[in-house]
């Protein structure tokens, strides 16, 4: 049997996105900039798409700027906001440790132009505390840039509560969101979101199609010089049939959400009922407030990667973190800020199910993981000295 249980890496590609990209792949193929009727075929195609974005998160389709992905739009983001705010002498930003890369890496650039970072604790349940982002504010605060949720524990943020906190204290807030949009509610009005990062390809758009929200009042800078593409904020001719697959997806996922959710819930708590079963393992992060169908475990005395590999030979597809760090030796990031002690972290696993998997594959991982695992335990000399009480038993 085949199971992809990693979309939070990427999804499938949906049918209504696929249907919505074909003609402007086939015939009608027009630059949006050109003044003929195929070029304005395709330019009231992407004003469509943005309007359609824009009704998903509750914004108004000239705050929606089309970007190469989430990546982008953090850094978009980000170095705007830093760059108003060093206009007014402001060169502080706020953040946390368990950040996408996306976000951190930025962040360290910035601190090397010599911007201030402050990276706020997550604690055990990977959830950020509103006094901690309180105590962090500081006058010359510029950017407050939380995730809407963990893309590899899957908790998700207080963001209503950041957001009014940031209004109240007249600082923007920008939430990369890329794992939420069109799996959770999202409502930039509501939740008094200023700036928010979305990626098309973590709700079954293609990949290298994002998008980035910036409220009206909220100053963009252009990372890409070029033409006067995206209101003069992202040169460079516009990747049509992306925007309306993007647009046409976002809107599938958020209409069907709640059925999705439902079904995706049922099937992940079948699953973590069974892993939890395996001894000393653990569950990574608060589950109440949490991504409907990710998982995030680590199991004592194996190596995550060996697991993958193991997986990978039974036809299951998982992660032990974010794809974008897959090449690294080193635990996750986001498992340390947990304060999972180091040998832990290096035995995760990822497994993020989505509306398109069975109650079958469950079944089947149910079954086969905890093989895995213990077939890579019965080899492991860290295992042995563990059950033979030469080493203590950290989970």
């Not at 925007?243 to 958020?254: G, T």
């Amino acid at each position: 049997m085949f199971v992809y249980a990693d979309n939070a890496a990427t999804t499938c590609v949906s049918t209504a996105a696929l249907n919505a990209m074909l003609p402007y792949l086939t015939n009608q193929y027009g630059n949006p900039s050109s003044l003929y009727s195929i070029g304005q075929e395709a330019r009231e195609a992407v004003e469509q798409a943005r309007k359609t974005v824009a009704q998903c998160i509750g914004a108004e389709s000239r705050e929606i700027y089309f970007t190469s992905g989430g990546s982008e739009a953090d850094n978009q983001a980000i170095r705007s906001a830093a760059k108003a705010g060093a206009r007014k002498g402001k060169r502080h930003l706020i953040s946390t440790v368990f950040e996408h890369h996306a976000v951190l890496h930025t962040l360290k650039q910035l601190e090397k132009e010599g911007f201030s970072v402050t990276l706020l604790p997550v604690h055990e349940e990977g959830i950020v505390r509103l006094e901690d982002l309180e105590a962090a504010i500081c006058e010359d605060t510029a950017l407050v840039s939380i995730m809407f949720a963990n893309n590899e524990i899957g908790t998700i943020q207080p963001v209503a509560e950041i957001g009014a906190l940031c209004r109240e204290k007249g600082i923007p807030f920008h939430t990369d969101a890329v794992q939420a949009a069109g799996h959770v509610p999202v409502d930039v009005g509501t939740m008094q979101i200023d700036m928010l990062s979305l990626s098309g390809h973590k709700f079954h758009a293609p990949k290298g199609i994002g998008a980035l929200y910036a409220k009206r009042s909220q100053p963009l800078s252009s990372l890409i010089e070029g033409g006067g593409q995206e209101r003069g904020k992202r040169a460079g001719t516009e990747n049509v049939a992306g925007i309306a697959a993007l647009a046409a997806a976002l809107q599938e996922s958020c209409a069907n959400m709640e059925a999705n959710t439902l079904k995706i819930l049922s099937m992940r708590e079948k699953l973590i009922s069974a892993l939890c079963r395996i001894p000393h393992s653990v569950l990574n992060g608060n589950m109440e407030h949490h991504m409907p169908g990710t998982i995030n475990m680590c199991f004592e005395g194996i190596e995550g990667g060996n697991l993958l590999l193991l997986l990978d030979q039974k036809g299951i597809c998982a992660s032990s973190g974010s794809a974008c760090n897959s090449g690294s030796l080193d635990p996750s990031h986001v498992l340390l800020s947990l304060g999972i002690p180091y040998e832990v972290a290096h035995g995760s696993l990822r497994l993020s199910i989505g509306e398109y998997n069975t109650p079958e594959e469950i079944d089947y991982l149910s079954r086969e993981i905890p093989e895995a695992v213990a077939a890579l335990r019965s080899s492991s000399p860290l295992w042995e000295a563990m059950e033979c009480g030469q080493k203590p038993h950290l989970i």
